[in-house]
């Protein structure tokens, strides 16, 4: 008996990696589920859809990186007036906690990418790079959403990390087809078809994580197929770089309108400096096309979880401008919180401090530790008065760390504490499964059937219902 269950796990194993991605869109709807589909969401026919371009960054925030992100993209804005905004995903070491700061300010989304770039990283790590990011950075924990694994090497166990800890997406995945699907839940594991989810461990429902979505790292293909296609850091190539970039959109925009993807470590897009311009200009290229926007992954799954036609965007927070875009200039003293308040164009001056702890050297609003922050120890005490970002940040304004207030844009306090909000860590996380933050914007888990019994996977279950019975009499 005992040999028949051996040789019966190992066929239910084999199905496990070969049955493939299987998804009811009758049980699994937005805004808590949405099945992988090449098709826009909401049945939306492609011409009327948005075109989404999602740029991001990965690895540290510092000297070296902060010019390039700048040249490459900001003060560039869409014809409705929001920036062209990115998402950084930020790395502990050697970042420079101001500048990530700054980012945020200006409408950037902040997600993870472990504190120290480790392979297949434990829970513990990422968990404690995201509280460093909060402390130092003055990001509020409802706003780190997300997650990228390094050298995307990912596990099911590493995005089951992820789905503890609350985070509403992960992007890890490089796409294997030019035509790939829109963003999904992964209710029903990695889409076999978009991703090479069988290295990984990845594919079918029996690796299913309710609510947590993926947005597929969408690679760039060569109309030479026989050039792999690239998921990150598209090469220069004397200048063809351009060619590659407006092919890949020209593919999406004429087609299902997937999100383009440019992905990028930012300390590569210097080689040569002719690079970050070729970038910026394929940027301005796109947004004087129609209906293109560049938005943020947070911004993306709100379009998937409301999905509207181009002509009904307005309004919609997917292309919404940053709370932080008419905070600019408003005539305040400097509060140090990233933002040039007084207006004379210099951020923070005065008022934000310098520290060099251990190997640690960075600037940050929220004083400076006694001790180098660690996976450990990821908030040491720290000098002076200053005050953390409440969980959930401002309602409006921004948050003053000297006064401990939420601050309006005419400089006066508003709200003199936020209730906080329990936000899922390792220490208060009660259930070690599937857990969300505990907010109504958030992800649920979805109630409905994990998946649809089309013809080849009822053939398949009546092949292992006749394994099964053979095995076991």
Same mark, same amino acid.
């Given at each position: 008996?005992?040999?028949?269950?051996?040789?019966?796990?190992?066929?239910?194993?084999?199905?496990?990696?070969?049955?493939?991605?299987?998804?009811?869109?009758?049980?699994?709807?937005?805004?808590?589920?949405?099945?992988?589909?090449?098709?826009?969401?909401?049945?939306?026919? *492609?011409?009327?859809?948005?075109?989404?371009?999602?740029?991001?960054?990965?690895?540290?925030?510092?000297?070296?990186?902060?010019?390039?992100?700048?040249?490459?993209?900001?003060?560039?804005?869409?014809?409705?007036?929001?920036?062209?905004?990115?998402?950084?995903?930020?790395?502990?070491?050697?970042?420079?906690?101001?500048?990530?700061?700054?980012?945020?300010?200006?409408?950037?989304?902040?997600?993870?990418?472990?504190?120290?770039?480790?392979?297949?990283?434990?829970?513990?790590?990422?968990?404690?790079?995201?509280?460093?990011?909060?402390?130092?950075?003055?990001?509020?924990?409802?706003?780190?959403?997300?997650?990228?694994?390094?050298?995307?090497?990912?596990?099911?166990?590493?995005?089951?990390?992820?789905?503890?800890?609350?985070?509403?997406?992960?992007?890890?995945?490089?796409?294997?087809?030019?035509?790939?699907?829109?963003?999904?839940?992964?209710?029903?594991?990695?889409?076999?078809?978009?991703?090479?989810?069988?290295?990984?461990?990845?594919?079918?429902?029996?690796?299913?994580?309710?609510?947590?979505?993926?947005?597929?790292?969408?690679?760039?293909?060569?109309?030479?197929?026989?050039?792999?296609?690239?998921?990150?850091?598209?090469?220069?190539?004397?200048?063809?770089?351009?060619?590659?970039?407006?092919?890949?959109?020209?593919?999406?925009?004429?087609?299902?309108?997937? *999100?383009?993807?440019?992905?990028?470590?930012?300390?590569?897009?210097?080689?040569?400096?002719?690079?970050?311009?070729?970038?910026?200009?394929?940027?301005?290229?796109?947004?004087?096309?129609?209906?293109?926007?560049?938005?943020?992954?947070?911004?993306?799954?709100?379009?998937?979880?409301?999905?509207?036609?181009?002509?009904?965007?307005?309004?919609? *927070?997917?292309?919404?401008?940053?709370?932080?875009?008419?905070?600019?200039?408003?005539?305040?003293?400097?509060?140090?919180?990233?933002?040039?308040?007084?207006?004379?164009?210099?951020?923070?001056?005065?008022?934000?401090?310098?520290?060099?702890?251990?190997?640690?050297?960075?600037?940050?609003?929220?004083?400076?530790?006694?001790?180098?922050?660690?996976?450990?120890?990821?908030?040491?005490?720290?000098?002076?008065?200053?005050?953390?970002?409440?969980?959930?940040?401002?309602?409006?304004?921004?948050?003053?760390?000297?006064?401990?207030?939420?601050?309006?844009?005419?400089?006066?306090?508003?709200?003199?504490?936020?209730?906080?909000?329990?936000?899922?860590?390792?220490?208060?996380?009660?259930?070690?499964?599937?857990?969300?933050?505990?907010?109504?914007?958030?992800?649920?888990?979805?109630?409905?059937?994990?998946?649809?019994?089309?013809?080849?996977?009822?053939?398949?279950?009546?092949?292992?219902?006749?394994?099964?019975?053979?095995?076991?009499?």
């Amino acid at each position: 008996m005992i040999k028949k269950l051996s040789i019966l796990l190992s066929v239910l194993s084999l199905f496990k990696s070969t049955f493939g991605y299987s998804c009811n869109p009758n049980t699994c709807k937005p805004p808590t589920c949405t099945c992988a589909s090449q098709s826009p969401p909401g049945g939306i026919d *492609p011409k009327d859809a948005p075109q989404f371009v999602i740029l991001s960054y990965d690895d540290a925030v510092n000297d070296s990186t902060f010019s390039i992100l700048k040249d490459m993209y900001k003060g560039l804005a869409h014809s409705n007036g929001c920036p062209v905004v990115a998402t950084h995903f930020v790395q502990n070491l050697y970042t420079n906690y101001h500048q990530v700061q700054q980012l945020y300010a200006q409408g950037d989304e902040i997600a993870l990418h472990t504190f120290g770039h480790t392979a297949l990283a434990s829970q513990h790590e990422i968990n404690s790079g995201r509280t460093v990011l909060s402390t130092f950075a003055g990001i509020p924990l409802s706003d780190i959403r997300g997650f990228r694994a390094p050298f995307l090497n990912y596990t099911n166990d590493l995005i089951q990390s992820v789905q503890n800890l609350g985070l509403a997406y992960d992007s890890s995945a490089p796409t294997i087809r030019q035509d790939a699907s829109w963003p999904y839940t992964l209710d029903n594991g990695f889409s076999d078809t978009d991703v090479d989810c069988n290295t990984t461990g990845t594919c079918g429902s029996m690796t299913n994580h309710n609510g947590l979505w993926e947005i597929p790292l969408y690679s760039f293909f060569y109309n030479d197929a026989s050039k792999p296609p690239i998921s990150m850091d598209p090469p220069y190539d004397n200048g063809d770089l351009m060619t590659l970039l407006k092919d890949n959109f020209n593919y999406r925009y004429n087609g299902n309108r997937q *999100p383009l993807a440019i992905a990028v470590h930012a300390v590569h897009c210097n080689e040569p400096e002719a690079k970050v311009k070729l970038f910026r200009n394929f940027i301005k290229w796109c947004i004087g096309q129609k209906d293109v926007y560049f938005i943020t992954y947070s911004q993306l799954i709100e379009y998937m979880k409301n999905p509207v036609k181009a002509s009904d965007l307005e309004g919609h *927070p997917a292309i919404s401008c940053s709370k932080f875009g008419t905070y600019k200039v408003n005539s305040n003293t400097e509060i140090c919180d990233g933002i040039d308040n007084n207006g004379d164009g210099n951020i923070d001056e005065g008022v934000v401090e310098s520290c060099g702890i251990g190997n640690s050297y960075f600037a940050t609003c929220f004083g400076c530790p006694t001790s180098e922050p660690s996976i450990d120890n990821p908030t040491p005490l720290r000098n002076g008065e200053r005050k953390t970002i409440p969980q959930q940040g401002c309602a409006e304004g921004t948050w003053d760390p000297l006064t401990s207030n939420c601050v309006s844009v005419s400089g006066s306090t508003y709200l003199e504490s936020i209730a906080p909000e329990k936000i899922i860590t390792e220490e208060n996380n009660d259930n070690p499964g599937v857990s969300v933050i505990d907010t109504s914007s958030e992800l649920k888990p979805s109630s409905g059937t994990l998946s649809s019994h089309t013809p080849t996977s009822l053939l398949t279950i009546s092949i292992i219902a006749i394994l099964i019975y053979t095995l076991l009499h």
